[in-house]
């Protein structure tokens, strides 16, 4: 199916569920609360990932009880799909493929298998391509309706996402740092490193896979970058931008009424260990040691300057 599609991607802890959830609001757009991380969950199979192994080893413990085997080299090839299956079908709904059951995947897997001269990795696009036109007629889509989606691990797969969808768009959403490294930390979740240094360098990594995606040319105009902090001084400067950029009503009277209802200060269930937790922009004034300041200098001092944040 051709229908437009935006993509919501950028290093974890960065406001990608925040963006998300302001998406959510607008009647144009069809998708759901959750992430499906297909890519990192099939295409990962087919695709070797030559990635730093710091940014790597976040991404795998996303879900590492799970999805261990999609990153097991020694995996053999006639096994592949079985393995997918097998995942799916562990996977909670909320995370992954949350309107895909594995009877329906095992459907798509053994469609695109009776595709005669396909490769392996045509036949795993064509699973992700049926996976997602799956979420969207069961969500309400239709040629009217901008599909969104929101994985940050597909900054690792955002070029492969352009090639393979030439109405498709991303917004990665940029966040200082230091601020990203607390929230990782205060998260408490596993398959966000607990060492400050890994923290750092999962957030330089990501944030590089971007720029070096945005230093492509020939992907002009289909990628806006969203700075965090800009969104939270003026959320409807901001927000009308990014509807503007995915070609959808960006009135003032509907721009307005979403600022409001997804600000901060609206939702329940935040702090400490949950998804949302303060939404502050500096904290990490208030949580960083002196050895902590000078080890985010030294490893991403440069990249934060190039950003255009201050140390």
């Known amino acids: 199916m051709n229908y437009k599609k935006l993509f919501i991607v950028g290093c974890g802890r960065s406001g990608t569920t925040w963006i998300h959830s302001i998406f959510l609001q607008h009647p144009c757009v069809v998708s759901f609360n959750g992430e499906t991380m297909v890519y990192l969950s099939i295409m990962s199979q087919f695709l070797p990932i030559n990635y730093n192994l710091t940014f790597m ?16 080299t020694k995996i053999k090839k006639e096994g592949v799909w079985e393995q997918v299956i097998k995942g799916q079908n562990q996977f909670k709904k909320d995370i992954l493929m949350p309107s895909t059951t594995k009877e329906e995947l095992l459907a798509f897997i053994k469609k695109a298998n009776f595709k005669e001269g396909l490769s392996e990795i045509e036949r795993a696009k064509l699973v992700i391509d049926m996976i997602f036109d799956d979420i969207f007629i069961r969500n309400g889509g239709n040629k009217d309706k901008l599909f969104v989606e929101k994985s940050p691990s597909h900054t690792i797969y955002a070029e492969m996402i352009l090639k393979g969808y030439p109405e498709a768009k991303i917004i990665e959403v940029v966040r200082d740092g230091r601020d990203a490294c607390v929230s990782m930390e205060k998260l408490k979740k596993e398959w966000f490193p607990a060492e400050r240094k890994k923290q750092i ?17 020939s992907f002009s105009g289909r990628i806006l970058l969203v700075r965090y902090e800009d969104l939270k001084e003026n959320p409807e400067k901001e927000i009308k931008k990014m509807f503007d950029f995915a070609g959808i009503d960006s009135s003032y009277t509907l721009v307005s ?20 937790r303060k939404g502050i922009v500096g904290d990490w004034k208030n949580h960083f040691t002196e050895k902590d300041k000078k080890l985010f200098n030294k490893i991403a001092g440069d990249l934060m300057i190039k950003l255009g944040y201050k140390l």
């Not at 976040?58 to 999609?70: A, D, G, P, V």
């Not at 990594?205 to 040319?217: A, H, P, R, T, Y």
């Open 57 to 72: 080893e976040t991404i795998r413990k996303i879900n590492l009880q799970t999805i261990k085997f999609f990153f097991n």
């Open 201 to 217: 360098r999962y957030w330089k990594q990501s944030v590089e896979l971007g720029i070096k995606l945005k230093s492509d040319k």
């Open 257 to 276: 009424k979403i600022a409001k209802s997804t600000d901060f200060s609206n939702y329940k269930d935040v702090g400490n260990g949950k998804l949302r």
